[in-house]
């Protein structure tokens, strides 16, 4: 069948703990084994023609989670904006982070805007992490930005423009794995029309395959907009 590929892709990757807790691994390890399969699927998403990939990797609310796990996992984001920089550039993708920035450490918050600078030229794939991400803690900083402004007022497409993901296409499709089915505060004002897929296999266990699979079925919904399609 003929792919449709999606210029906007955005993916909950769930799952990483269950993964490692069926293997009688500490949860720690499905993070650092989820951290290469959103490499790879970020190199696929290069490969098919995909223009923004947007990852949601950690929640206003993962902050309730043991400490001990928080830290690890900013720890492995750490080494991963420091050891990928290069690959970034020459792979042709742009990185963007969404989210709060305000609770991140100061170092890890400069490694962040270094990288955003750094890969701000390559135009091949923008990969988008949300970082310290909630979808209403998004509108409410839109709406304190819009105050600011000074704006009397306001419509939908000012309104967006506000938002993290101002000026980027709302998402054509939403994968979120581990057989979850709630969007649990991500992108809510951008996923109005966004096609939703979801699949039992656990983020360390999603690949290239299970993509392809997705935007196989994403290729065959009919999108209307509230629209009646013509026969
Ligand atoms: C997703 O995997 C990664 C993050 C939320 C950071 P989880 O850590 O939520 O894995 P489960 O859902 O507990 O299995
Ligand atoms: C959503 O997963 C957040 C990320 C993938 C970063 P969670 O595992 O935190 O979501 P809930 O708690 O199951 O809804
Ligand atoms: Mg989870």
Same mark, same amino acid.
């Not at 949601?56 to 043991?66: D, G, I, M, Q, V």
């Not at 993290?164 to 000026?167: A, E, I, P, T, V």
């Given at each position: 069948m003929e792919l449709r590929i999606p210029d906007h892709i955005a993916i909950i990757m769930d799952g990483n703990g269950r993964w490692a807790r069926k293997r009688g691994m500490p949860r720690i390890m499905g993070h650092y084994r989820g951290a290469e399969v959103a490499e790879e699927i970020a190199k696929a998403c290069a490969d098919l023609g995909v223009r923004y990939l947007t990852l949601?990797?950690? $929640?206003?609310?993962?902050?309730?989670?043991?400490r001990e796990e928080v830290d690890l996992l900013f720890n492995l984001l750490r080494d991963y904006l420091k050891s990928k920089r290069e690959d970034l550039k020459k792979l042709g993708i742009r990185i963007r982070f969404i989210g709060?920035?305000?609770?991140?450490g100061g170092d890890l918050r400069s490694l962040m805007e270094d990288l955003e600078r750094y890969t701000s030229?390559? $135009?091949r794939l923008t990969v988008i992490l949300a970082v310290d991400y909630g979808g209403r803690d998004d509108i409410v900083r839109a709406v304190r930005r819009v105050i600011d402004s000074g704006a009397r007022s306001i419509d939908e497409e000012t309104f967006s423009s506000f938002l993290?993901?101002?000026?980027v296409p709302d998402p054509d499709l939403l994968i979120r794995t581990a057989g979850e089915k709630r969007i649990?505060?991500?992108i809510l004002w951008n996923l109005a029309y966004t096609e939703l897929y979801f699949t039992d296999l656990c983020w360390p266990e999603f690949s290239k395959d299970e993509l392809i699979r997705a935007i196989e079925d994403f290729s065959r919904r009919k999108r209307k907009f509230g629209r009646v399609l013509d026969e």
């Open positions: 949601f990797a950690f $929640s206003t609310e993962n902050w309730k989670r043991p709060r920035r305000d609770r991140i030229d390559n $135009s993290d993901l101002g000026g649990s505060n991500f």
